[in-house]
């Protein structure tokens, strides 16, 4: 056992140890009373599902298009790409002209997917 000797000790550490004991603690007691004292009474009523106060009807696991969730992941994708320019942003004086190349090299790229993901169709719902 190797031990670090860099000023603490372990008894630094019993606040943290206590808090996290508290907190699953908590946790652990607030899922056997609501489950020891919740009422227990089921029905037909109760079973249901709830959209927004209108009956449902039908399958709930109707097939969506495959488009719907093609169009979901590339709004993540380029969501996603957007979040690589604030830090370019904050430092744009730091990295001069080198960055500046740099973040256009990057939109270049981004644009370019764009217009490969627009050829191949991706975005269009009618076929």
């Known amino acids: 056992m190797i ?12 606040p943290i140890l206590f808090m996290f004991v508290v907190a ?6 607030s899922m056997v009373a609501t489950h020891a004292l ?3 009474k089921n029905s ?3 079973s249901d599902a709830f959209e927004c106060g ?4 039908g399958d709930a696991r109707t097939p969506f298009s ?12 380029f969501d996603v790409e ?9 430092n744009f004086k730091q990295l001069g002209l080198t960055g500046l190349i740099e ?3 990057f939109m270049g790229f981004v644009v370019i997917g764009l217009i490969y993901i627009i050829r191949k169709g991706a975005l269009t719902w009618e076929k």
């Open 3 to 14: 031990l670090l000797n860099v000023g603490n000790n372990l008894s630094d550490y019993l």
């Open 82 to 90: 957007v979040i690589f320019m604030y830090p370019w942003a904050v």
């Open 24 to 29: 699953v603690g908590f946790i652990v007691l």
């Open 103 to 105: 973040m256009f090299m």
């Open 66 to 77: 495959i488009k719907y969730f093609l169009v979901a992941i590339l709004f993540v994708l």
């Open 54 to 57: 209108i009956e449902s009807q």
């Open 44 to 46: 037909k009523i109760k």
């Open 38 to 40: 919740g009422p227990k």
